[in-house]
């Protein structure tokens, strides 16, 4: 391959790139809570950088504080949804790190006093996700929260086959 036609197809591949802007708050490092180790301060606010993002971390690694530090430093209507045993385990996990989550059932325990919130996979189809300024779900999806569809046009990913309630409210702009 000449280097004109390899400069060409490198072009053409960068051309390609999927650049990720940030859409997120800039946190300082002091904002985030000490009882984190570094690691975890770092995700947290890459996460707050991001504003959208998914992270993917080993058995262990401390996931639920990670979510729980982000949901406070994002400061906006939180619905947190998991598994029933991750949902209850979180609340108890949170309190260790000053953080008060409830577990509710459907949209009519959401109470404006409050921002952050959790509730499992099976109780989803009782919530407008619309209301919520952050969704996050967390892993070990049941089977039939396995499927998303991501729409390019309006940058939303969209839950299909929990429940076609929350699906076209969750897809809402």
């Given at each position: 391959m000449s280097e004109i036609a390899l400069n060409n197809y490198r072009n053409f591949i960068s051309s390609k790139r999927i650049v990720s802007r940030n859409k997120g708050?800039?946190?300082p490092l002091a904002a985030v809570n000490p009882i984190l180790f570094p690691f975890q301060r770092d995700i947290v606010r890459w996460a707050c950088a991001k504003g959208r993002a998914?992270?993917?971390a080993n058995t262990g690694l401390g996931?639920?504080?990670i979510q729980l530090e982000w949901a406070r430093l994002m400061g906006r209507n939180t619905l947190i949804v998991a598994p029933l045993s991750v949902a209850r385990q979180t609340?108890?996990?949170a309190s260790k790190i000053g953080i008060d989550v409830r577990y509710v059932r459907n949209q009519g325990?959401?109470?404006p006093e409050h921002n952050i919130w959790i509730t499992n996979y099976e109780m989803l189809s009782h919530f407008d996700a619309s209301i919520f300024g952050v969704v996050m779900m967390r892993a070990a999806l049941p089977a039939a929260?396995?499927?998303?569809c991501f729409d390019s046009t309006?940058?939303?990913v969209t839950l299909l086959s929990v429940s076609s309630t929350f699906s076209s409210r969750m897809s809402r702009p």
């Open positions: 708050i800039d946190v998914a992270i993917f996931k639920t504080f609340v108890r996990e325990q959401v109470t929260a396995q499927d998303f309006t940058k939303r």
